[in-house]
């Protein structure tokens, strides 16, 4: 299925409510256009969702190549997507690494899944042979396999405590030097078949195999990401209690799910 041109404007009445107060984060959405497979949207929308419940205005903007970078963003997210996708935005990421680079120095919280997190890293060299090469925020290369890793995936994060999610990549990553992984993975397979690291973790930027079912079933994730934000941009931030009884079940139905 096709996505639409344009996410925000889309849906942007839906998702962007008043809460009375004059905080707003802005969430940017990276490349949407090429890199939004297996629900990565509905991360973004979780995400906003979650900053309006805990009193924030939101604002999503799509970022896709050739547009204007939008450097006042609060918080960057982006998705996957097939090796070709990762091809066509790879010479846009590399024009705008270095303001990444900044930014995640700077403390700006970012989430890149899959296909970006491969990006994130030093470079990929796809199974069809084609190196591309990476952001380098995380030290990390990625190699194309043979195989799929497919399934449904659960990990233990010292920051998190424990993720649940779906995996499906062919690109296996490997950490080295400061870059540590986001979790150890209990069921599935994470960043490679080797050791049982899942995702990384530098600054406030979070690189991870899990798709669209991360924020909706981790808030944890969203809650982390919204208090960097607003600490950075208001020097604060005051949780709302947030009834999370129906995503505890569904954690727990993930959780008992077989692989
Ligand atoms: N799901 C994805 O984003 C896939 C990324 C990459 N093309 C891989 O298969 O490894």
């Known amino acids: ?26 969430i940017v959405q990276l490349y949407p256009r090429d890199m939004n497979i297996y629900g990565d949207w509905g991360n973004t929308l979780s995400l906003s969702r979650r900053a309006q419940a805990h009193g924030f205005t939101t604002e999503i903007v799509d970022y896709n190549p ?3 970078f939008p450097l006042d963003g609060d918080i960057f997210i982006g998705g996957g997507g097939q090796d070709s996708g990762q091809s066509v935005v790879q010479d846009d990421l590399l024009a705008n690494a270095e303001t990444l ?9 970012m989430l890149v899944i899959c296909g970006l997190y491969q990006l994130f890293g030093k470079e990929f060299k796809t199974v069809g042979g084609e190196t591309l090469n990476g952001v380098r925020i995380f ?11 497919i399934g449904n995936i659960v990990e233990e ?5 424990t993720l649940v999610g779906f995996e499906n990549h062919s690109g296996l990553t490997y950490l080295s030097g400061d ?18 690291g899942e995702g990384a973790h530098v600054h406030h930027v979070i690189g991870t195999y ?21 600490i950075k941009k208001y020097g604060e931030f005051t949780p709302v209690v947030i009834d999370d009884s129906l995503v505890e079940k569904a954690r727990a139905s993930a959780a008992a799910r077989p692989r």
Not at 157 to 161: D, I, K
Not at 181 to 188: D, E, F, Q, S, W
Not at 211 to 224: C, E
Request: glycine share 10%; aromatic share 2%.
């Open 66 to 68: 050739g547009d204007e």
């Open 157 to 161: 994060s010292e920051e998190f405590g």
């Open 179 to 196: 870059t540590k992984p986001l979790a150890r993975v209990t069921k599935g397979e994470g960043n490679n078949t080797e050791d049982d």
């Open 139 to 149: 030290d990390a290369k990625t190699v194309g396999g043979e195989e799929r890793l």
């Open 210 to 230: 899990l798709h669209g079912s991360l924020l909706p079933k981790n808030p944890a994730v969203s809650d982390y990401l919204i208090k960097h934000a607003a």
């Open 1 to 26: 299925m096709s996505q639409p041109q344009n996410l925000t404007e889309e849906l942007g009445e839906e998702i962007i409510t008043q809460t009375g107060n004059n905080k707003s984060l802005k």
């Open 101 to 109: 680079r900044m930014l995640a120095q700077d403390g700006t919280p």
